[in-house]
């Protein structure tokens, strides 16, 4: 099945020559929730404010369905909502009024049957009546989806969507994005938050530069990117490594007391026998060994990283 969303070569300079995409290519497929990490400045608006038909590109292709972004505008804009990280509505709005207003805007007939399923799904049936000035932070944003749902898109794009939100709101979003999936929703989303992606996206994309440098199943990425470390915590500490085990890749604390060791758990060989073999036979002794693996945090970081 083809990709519903085909981004192919990507480049936007702007006026001043600063280059915020160079060659970007992406596939997002049907039903998916797509995260895309990277640095401040790495390109994320830009990328969506594009295939979202606010920036128009310098080259390159995007197509929506098949549909191409500037031939089709009217169609691919009518396939996507989008929700920005800036709340952006009219204070003296009801909720009820906002949300239907924005249906009207992609010129869709009134459907208060939709709208209600909406506001439902979203948690803010009981707050239809209520002006936007009197919402919460959470419940202005959840306000800001059901904007971009209100003309029933296939996909929706969520910029930072849980930005300046609490804990206890941002795992409601993140039902939110789950239930809006199952409902037949294709969701793009861009965060700063890596425990985000890590729960709720199927698979991470991550642009540096202007670039996706890498796109994977988030398991995937994980298995074939991730490292593991083990801890050994001493029974007493050491100054230094012995010379013997210079070359094991060890990693001793500041008081002595303990030895890291980071290792690929898909090699063939972890190394992780010859090195406890080599600890006794320098005299090396430990009472408590722990292993960790690494999470996407530490993979984003290391995939951004600039060199020293």
């Not at 800036?86 to 007939?109: A, I, P, Q, Y």
């Not at 980071?262 to 009472?287: K, M, P, V």
């Amino acid at each position: 099945m083809p990709p519903l969303i085909s981004i192919s070569d990507l480049c936007k300079t702007y006026g001043d020559g600063f280059q915020a995409l160079s060659g970007a290519s992406l596939a997002v497929g049907r039903g998916e929730i797509l995260a895309l990490l990277g640095p401040n400045g790495a390109g994320k608006t830009t990328l969506i404010s594009i295939v979202c038909g606010i920036v128009t590109p310098t080259s390159g292709d995007v197509k929506i369905d098949g549909f191409d972004i500037l031939r089709d505008y009217r169609k691919t804009r009518s396939l996507i909502g989008l929700v920005p990280q800036e709340l952006t509505t009219d204070v003296f709005e009801t909720v009820w009024d906002t949300v239907t207003f924005s249906r009207g805007l992609f010129g869709k007939k009134p459907d208060p049957a939709q709208i209600e399923k909406v506001l439902r799904d979203l948690a803010l049936w009981d707050k239809k009546d209520s002006l936007i000035m009197t919402l919460s932070g959470g419940m202005k944003r959840r306000v800001m989806i059901a904007k971009a749902l209100a003309h029933e898109p296939a996909i929706l794009f969520l910029d930072e969507p849980t930005a300046g939100v609490d804990v206890e709101l941002r795992q409601g979003m993140w039902r939110t994005v789950r239930d809006l999936r199952h409902s037949g929703v294709t969701i793009v989303l861009t965060t700063h938050y890596i425990e985000e992606a890590e729960e709720i996206a199927d698979r991470v994309a991550v642009i540096h530069k202007g670039r996706i440098i890498v796109t994977d199943e988030k398991a995937a990425l994980m298995r074939r990117m991730g490292k593991k470390s083990l801890t050994l915590d001493l029974t007493e500490p050491i100054d230094a490594l012995p010379d013997a085990l210079a070359g094991e890749g060890l990693e001793l604390s500041a008081d002595g007391l303990r030895l890291t060791y980071i290792y690929d758990s898909q090699a063939e060989r972890t190394g992780i026998t010859s090195l406890l073999s080599d600890l006794r036979a320098a005299g090396i002794h430990f009472h408590d060994i722990n292993t960790r693996q690494s999470s996407l945090e530490d993979i984003f970081v290391d995939l951004v990283k600039e060199p020293s």
